[in-house]
């Protein structure tokens, strides 16, 4: 007796501008001070399909490819849909300043970690959405 194998449904990894998160990172960097982040040089992307847990993830672009291309440092800020989507708005903004914490002072292409001796990325985002919280307010 011969088994059918079953084909397993692989969901192909969408991803589509994401103009409304681009409105929300300028909103945050127009209120926050950190005057070394390029808003024209931040790109927004909506995912759907992908495997991992995250909310949202940060893409850096590397000295080799700017050098090889001629074009100046860019970071991609990616939301996954099926979590991202269902967050309220304050934890979206949260999401997105932990995102955006993960580029150096320099604005290179690289990017920090998450945790360092004297640095540790959530507290600082928790720290700068009550500051936004308070400055958009006023």
């Known amino acids: 007796m011969k088994l059918k194998s079953q084909k397993s449904k692989v969901k192909k990894l969408e991803w589509e501008e994401a103009k409304d998160v681009k409105i929300k ?66 934890e979206q903004t949260k999401v997105l300043i932990h995102e955006l914490l993960h580029i150096p002072k320099n604005f290179s292409g690289a990017l920090l970690s998450h945790r360092t001796r004297g640095r540790h990325l959530g507290k600082i985002a928790n720290t700068l959405y009550n500051e936004y919280r308070r400055l958009e307010n006023l």
Do not use: M
């Not at 949202?56 to 989507?85: C, G, M, N, T």
């Open 25 to 90: 990172i300028n909103k945050i960097l127009s209120v926050l001070d950190l005057p070394y982040i390029n808003p024209k040089r931040i790109y927004c992307y909506r995912t759907e399909g992908s495997k991992s847990r995250a909310y949202a993830r940060i893409w850096s672009f590397p000295k080799i490819f700017q050098h090889a291309l001629d074009l100046e440092p860019a970071y991609v800020i990616e939301v996954l849909s099926k979590y991202y989507d269902g967050l309220d708005d304050s």
